[in-house]
């Protein structure tokens, strides 16, 4: 993805519309961890606003892997880096595929935390994910510069962080660690 997308739809400080998902995949075999490099890549939501039938980026993450057809001899890491933690829909979505592909863990590293869903289902949709197994975390400043180094066309520029980051990702790192907490209780 190109320099300027990444900031808009990544920096915690905006509320942008779109949903972007960036993922890579690695085999681990023991204590070792071997990337896939044909399993990397990015994918954003369909609006309202495209030709296509609206759906959120999941949605295509979850396409893309079932294509995949992942040995379910051999174990995988899926990592993600989102722009928006996944809605309740998505958050139960994703929940299912852990629990029918035991040989898949996942870990999601989210820039701000999506609280649209009505009444707070957003809350009981993570904790059903990470109950699935799932590790969801906030990004902060060394994961934004992970992400722009593996996704971001920067064309050798460092990562350079916006105003107000680290102060933004401590927020939703607590708002986070108080829904799945809150809700284990």
């Known amino acids: 993805m190109d320099e300027h997308t990444f900031i808009e739809n990544f920096s915690n400080q905006e509320w942008p519309s779109k949903t972007y998902l960036c993922y890579k995949v690695d085999r681990l075999d023991g204590n070792a961890t071997i990337p896939l490099?044909?399993?990397?890549?990015?994918?954003?939501?369909?609006?309202?606003?495209?030709l296509e039938e609206p759906r959120h980026a999941e949605f295509y993450f979850l396409e893309q892997i079932r294509s995949w057809n992942l040995d379910k001899n051999q174990r995988y890491r899926l990592t993600c880096f989102i722009s928006w933690s996944p809605c309740y829909t998505c958050a139960q979505n994703l929940t299912t595929f852990l629990k029918e592909n035991h040989h898949i863990s996942l870990h999601i590293f989210a820039s701000r935390i999506y609280t649209r869903d009505c009444f707070g289902c957003h809350q009981s949709g993570l904790c059903a994910l990470q109950a699935a197994g799932a590790r969801i975390t906030i990004m902060t400043f060394e994961d934004f510069e992970r992400c722009w180094e593996t996704f971001v066309d920067h064309q050798g520029k460092p990562?350079?962080?916006?105003?107000?980051?680290?102060?933004?990702?401590?927020?939703?790192?607590?708002?986070l660690q108080a829904i799945l907490t809150t809700q284990q209780n």
């Open 37 to 50: 490099d044909g399993y990397q890549g990015f994918v954003r939501n369909k609006g309202f606003d495209q």
């Open 159 to 175: 990562f350079q962080p916006w105003e107000g980051l680290e102060v933004k990702s401590q927020e939703f790192c607590e708002e």
